[in-house]
């Protein structure tokens, strides 16, 4: 799909590199990533860009580029950083190799207010990440800007061929945006990005690659499952949509994910497998013996559920995918790969039995198709929850009672955030259970309970994360219920830790 007048963004391995897709479509244009390994095979895109990345272009394994099948693309190009790097090799000029880094804010002085710099101020902070600077420029190239060292930082080569040694793709370069749209103006008749087109342009190959057999689907209740199982409905095709209940989820979640699908007219097959997953998981303290228990045991049940599948649909997203990026991937979607890679599931897929329509998309791409398909938004933006579930709140062993106490502190929390009018502002908010007992009074009595801890944390990507100031009153409320209404806790504590170095989980 979309292979033509599409904006490539060839990898050379920076830690950026999807971001410059993300920026590339929320300007309004399809992008695609390709592994350099792959180039030229990448179709007939309307633009190229070329990525930063790790290494020295003076290194004997540096990746390089076929430049002749660049050119006989004739479409404007633009090197980013390493690239621009290269570009000036290639076009006959050198780049200084130094073990020096600069890391950081740069100030931009663009030599001319028209091309590239069109609109741009004269002077604007742009971010810098690299050590080699480009020399010698060959004949014809011109500098475009410069830093507040007169040090070129961006040149043109010929009427197509640009280069930025900054990183307009991270928000800290106050007007990437405008420098890449300016980019993207170069070009003529590049493929706009519509989640609408593409919900159609989906639909329909779903249609065509599944035909009449039947399609299984598991489902959490999460936002990339929901929007997968309500898009397969949208295509009419036959699917069993499967939601397995570990024993590990917040209180009434169960019911609720059932009453959610049935009012979006999907029908679910709930597996209660809470039994099978404590049973499991009783007595084990270690958090990563807990982690393996519940990934393996979820596989077993999902494939006994299963049975014999015709086609398999998976929720993967293009972070999933895009295996260079693996070094930015959250934890998250690093298990999450894991569960979509296992043996069963690489069998189906060399058999062409595995779809994964959603594998072209960015996490908030989903949520947009997902508003397309009429999905409520308090689906959609539900707060991550992780697949191990309320074990990771539960450090060391888990047991009924425990995740009993979890559920009742987390229903009063998450209810407190919601009628405050927080729950959408933060990125994800939960209490856990602290089992170590201390002493307390409640009513005339000597109380020896356990603590709850509330964490309220705001995150772009799960990789950092900062605590949230919640107003005390919320705080306060919340507390007070818990400590009335919940049996087994006596106190009460705000989780006030960065990530990182604390995660966001407890386990
Ligand atoms: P941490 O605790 O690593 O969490 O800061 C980052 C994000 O990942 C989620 N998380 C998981 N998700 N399986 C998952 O599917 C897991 O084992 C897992 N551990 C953490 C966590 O909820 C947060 O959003």
């Known amino acids: ?71 006989a693309f004739n479409v404007p190009v633009l090197g980013v950083c390493y690239g621009m790097q290269l570009l000036n ?32 101020s004269q002077t604007s902070q742009v971010w810098m990440s690299h050590s080699d600077t480009v020399k010698i420029l060959p004949d014809g190239a011109k500098v475009i800007a410069s830093n507040q060292h007169g040090t070129p930082v961006s040149l043109q080569w010929n009427e197509l061929f640009y280069g930025i040694q900054f990183h307009p793709e991270v928000t800290h370069s106050h007007e990437g945006n405008q420098i890449l749209k300016n980019f993207l103006d170069l070009a003529n008749g590049l493929l706009p990005f519509k989640i609408e087109d593409f919900k159609r342009e989906m639909i329909q190959s779903i249609r065509d690659i599944v035909g009449d057999r039947q399609v299984v689907c598991g489902v959490s209740g999460g936002v990339d499952s929901t929007v997968l199982a309500v898009l397969l409905k949208e295509a009419g095709v036959k699917t069993r949509a499967i939601f397995v209940d570990n024993g590990l989820l917040r209180k009434n979640e ?35 013996k807990k982690r393996k228990i519940i990934g393996n045991m979820f596989i077993e049940v999902f494939w006994d559920a299963v049975g014999d599948a015709e086609m398999l649909a998976q929720g993967t997203l293009y972070p999933d995918v895009i295996e260079s990026a693996s070094n930015a991937k959250s934890k998250a979607s690093v298990i999450k ?27 908030d791409e ?47 929390f998450i209810g407190k955030l919601k009628e405050y009018g927080w729950y959408d502002k933060v990125w994800q908010a939960y ?29 772009e990507d799960a990789m950092t994360a900062d605590w949230v100031e919640l107003p005390a009153q919320l705080l306060r409320e919340t507390s007070h219920r818990i400590l009335n209404e919940v049996k087994g806790i006596n106190r009460v504590l705000y989780d006030i830790s960065t990530k990182p170095p604390a995660s966001i989980e407890w386990e």
């Open 89 to 120: 090799i290639k076009f006959g000029g050198s780049v200084e190799a130094s073990n020096r880094r600069e890391y950081g804010p740069a100030s931009l002085f663009p030599t001319e207010c028209s091309g590239l710099y069109a609109g741009i």
């Open 337 to 363: 790969t894991h569960h979509n890679r296992v043996a069963k599931i690489l069998e189906l897929q060399a058999q062409g039995k595995v779809l994964e329509p959603l594998a072209e998309l960015f996490k």
């Open 1 to 71: 799909m979309h292979d033509s007048n599409h904006v490539a963004v060839l990898d050379f391995g920076s830690q950026y590199t999807q971001l410059i897709v993300r920026r590339v479509r929320e300007l309004g244009f399809f992008a695609k990533l390709y592994a350099i390994e792959d180039f030229p095979s990448i179709g007939m895109p309307g633009a190229i860009i070329l990525s930063g990345g790790p290494k020295s272009t003076s290194e004997a394994d540096a990746p390089d580029i076929d430049f002749e099948a660049l050119k």
């Open 254 to 288: 169960a019911s609720e994910v059932q009453a959610n699908f049935k009012r979006m007219g999907v029908e679910i097959e709930t597996v209660d497998a809470s039994e099978r997953f404590l049973t499991a998981l009783a007595g084990e303290g270690d958090p990563e």
């Open 366 to 412: 989903v949520r947009a198709l997902g508003r397309s398909l009429g999905i409520e938004n308090e689906i959609l933006q539900r707060h991550p929850f992780p697949g191990p579930g309320l074990s990771v709140r539960c450090p060391g062993i888990v047991d009924k009672e425990r995740l009993d106490i979890i559920r009742e502190c987390d229903a009063i």
């Open 431 to 459: 209490a856990g259970l602290i089992p170590v007992r201390t002493v307390g009074v409640k009513g005339d009595e000597r109380s020896y309970e356990w603590a709850t801890n509330l964490r309220a944390v705001v995150s």
